[in-house]
């Protein structure tokens, strides 16, 4: 069965302190994995997928196949970070089409 | 800026009386997909259009159903309401090609009451 976990539902930091945001999966074979970020009164949107292996806004995420997990961390927050991300899978993409299956979603808080 | 919209944003409507949701892109993308997301759960795949072509979930209500006049437009009717079909509704696009899929963009999602 296809699952993605999310332990935490909600993570409380303080700015200039790292975080990370838990992510495991279960699929058999070989999924994509990503993190998609909602801000407040904002669309849902990508912040980053496994494949591309880039840094966007601070945050990286590292597929980890042993652990089946795929953390997202930023070493130092900002307030603007504050959001609720969700981590997503999909099959290979290579049909055209992008089965997600989403966590139920974290949602961080950056304090001043 | 090329986008994908949705309406209304909140609608609310009866037990048992059928509800259309609606969703419009300007992005040109061949792939519309419609998602709920019940609170506090995950955005959950309903169906999917691949042009022209409409793919069902497996445990997608029959309830459910969707239509797709254009490229632009897509559609989500919910036949006859109940109580567990309040939630949000997210539209999104992406282009897929035979080599692989893109990135999806979602729309702000409509928030349904049933009452």
């Known amino acids: 069965a296809q699952r993605v976990t999310q332990p935490e539902k909600l993570l409380s930091v303080f700015k200039g302190a790292p975080v990370e945001l838990k992510c495991n999966y279960s699929?058999?074979?070989?999924?994509?994995l990503f993190w998609y970020v909602q801000y407040s009164r904002q669309r849902l949107q990508l912040l980053l997928r496994?494949?591309s292996r880039e840094s966007i806004k601070g945050f990286t995420a590292d597929l980890n196949k042993g652990e089946t997990s795929f953390h997202l961390k930023k070493p130092f927050a900002q307030e603007e970070d504050s959001a609720m991300y969700y981590c997503?899978?999909?099959?290979?993409?290579?049909?055209?089409?992008?089965?997600?299956?989403f966590g139920t979603g974290t949602r961080l808080l950056v304090s001043p | 800026d090329a986008m994908v919209i949705q309406n209304p944003r909140y609608q609310v409507t009866q037990f048992g009386k059928p509800v259309t949701l609606s969703c419009s892109q300007t992005?040109?993308?061949?792939?519309m997909y419609w998602y709920q997301q019940k609170s506090s759960q995950a955005p959950k795949l309903l169906f999917h259009?691949?042009?022209?072509?409409?793919?069902n979930e497996a445990d997608t209500p029959d309830n459910f159903q969707s239509r797709r006049p254009n490229t632009s437009f897509c559609f989500l009717d919910i036949r006859s309401p109940g109580l567990g079909d309040a939630a949000m509704y997210l539209c999104?696009?992406?282009?897929?090609?035979?080599?692989?899929?893109?990135?999806?963009?979602f729309g702000p999602g409509t928030r349904l009451t049933v009452t």
């Open positions: 999104a696009t992406s282009r897929g090609t035979e080599l692989g899929s893109y990135e999806q963009y």
């Open positions: 699929y058999s074979g070989s999924p994509e």
């Open positions: 496994h494949i």
């Open positions: 997503a899978l999909s099959g290979p993409s290579n049909t055209g089409f992008q089965k997600l299956v």
């Open positions: 992005l040109n993308h061949n792939v």
């Open positions: 259009y691949y042009d022209k072509d409409f793919n």
